[in-house]
């Protein structure tokens, strides 16, 4: 079975960073798209940034040029880098895998929210 784990959030002032994690299991890389989400209490989730089986990848205009998606083949590990963090970054992200994912498939799922699977979720909290 799919297993997805998240780690690395916490409390951050404004202009800190923190790197979020994602162990993954029972999937295989090579078909699957990978994608990070978030959800602030009474908003609807978002798609913050997706990376395909090549390594190509896409982000929500929010986060350009802040956040940074990557992996670890080897690990299985997903990655989310966020720096320069501001109070409108604060919710819950959440890691979640789309199983068959082909070509550019992951940009349409990053917008839908319609991953196959879905994480727990690791809550992370800017300050001003």
């Known amino acids: 079975q799919v297993q997805l784990v998240e780690s690395g959030g916490g409390s951050v002032q404004a202009g800190g960073s923190l790197r979020l994690s994602c162990t993954t299991s029972?999937?295989?890389?090579?078909?699957?798209?990978l994608l990070w989400f978030r959800q602030a209490p009474g908003k609807e989730r978002e798609g913050v940034a997706g990376i395909k089986n090549s390594g190509s990848t896409t982000y929500a205009e929010s986060v350009k040029g802040r956040f940074t998606i990557s992996k670890d083949n080897a690990l299985k590990t997903l990655y989310l880098q966020m720096n320069n963090l501001t109070v409108e970054d604060t919710a819950m992200y959440y890691c979640a895998v789309k199983s068959w994912c082909p070509g550019d498939d992951y940009v349409e799922v990053l917008r839908t929210r319609t991953p196959n699977y879905w994480g727990q979720g690791t809550q992370v909290t800017v300050s001003s």
């Open positions: 029972g999937f295989g890389y090579g078909t699957a798209c």
